[in-house]
């Protein structure tokens, strides 16, 4: 990885061997929000499915997504709790988020590997809805030790 990368390799590594996030997003009034997502990497990006888990409203109008069009920048955490606090450790990406639509080649790719993560998603349409593309621009990934 070239020095001046958003995230080292330490860093997509401890990524890919998590399995839930948790999303920041900014309303258009600047209000924050958070919640929590599967997702899938590449090396390059973040991909997060708006899959069919329920919802109360449709998946172009959940809040993330209403966000994230106002304002594309998000933040990533990843994050690990143990009573030894040696043991914390949390890496924090922010990024560029958009929505990848269906029937492109990096939604089809995204959906490949979201659905080789989870298997939940091989019973799940996620290939029928957008998927969220976050791309790093900065990234702190912080172990309690070395």
């Given at each position: 990885?070239?020095?001046?990368?958003?995230?080292?390799?330490?860093?997509?590594?401890?990524?890919a061997?998590?399995?839930?996030a948790?999303?920041?997003?900014?309303?258009?009034?600047?209000?924050?929000?958070?919640?929590?997502?599967?997702?899938?990497?590449?090396?390059?990006?973040?991909?997060?499915?708006?899959?069919?888990?329920?919802?109360?409203?449709?998946?172009?109008?959940?809040?993330?997504?209403?966000?994230?069009?106002?304002?594309?920048?998000?933040?990533?955490?990843?994050?690990?709790?143990?009573?030894?606090?040696?043991?914390?450790?949390?890496l924090l990406?922010?990024?560029?988020?958009?929505?990848?639509?269906?029937?492109?080649?990096?939604?089809?790719?995204?959906?490949?590997?979201?659905?080789?993560?989870?298997?939940?998603?091989?019973?799940?349409?996620?290939?029928?809805?957008?998927?969220?593309?976050?791309?790093?621009?900065?990234?702190?990934?912080?172990?309690?030790?070395?």
């Amino acid at each position: 990885m070239p020095a001046d990368a958003p995230l080292d390799e330490r860093a997509w590594r401890y990524l890919a061997n998590h399995r839930v996030a948790h999303l920041a997003t900014t309303d258009v009034d600047g209000r924050p929000s958070l919640v929590p997502i599967c997702y899938a990497d590449d090396g390059r990006a973040i991909y997060s499915a708006l899959d069919q888990k329920p919802k109360r409203v449709a998946p172009a109008a959940l809040q993330r997504v209403r966000n994230l069009r106002a304002h594309p920048e998000v933040a990533l955490l990843v994050d690990d709790y143990a009573e030894d606090w040696s043991q914390l450790a949390y890496l924090l990406v922010r990024g560029h988020a958009a929505l990848l639509e269906p029937s492109t080649p990096d939604h089809a790719a995204a959906v490949a590997l979201l659905r080789a993560k989870y298997a939940q998603y091989r019973a799940m349409a996620i290939e029928a809805q957008p998927i969220i593309c976050i791309r790093p621009t900065r990234g702190y990934l912080w172990k309690g030790s070395p």
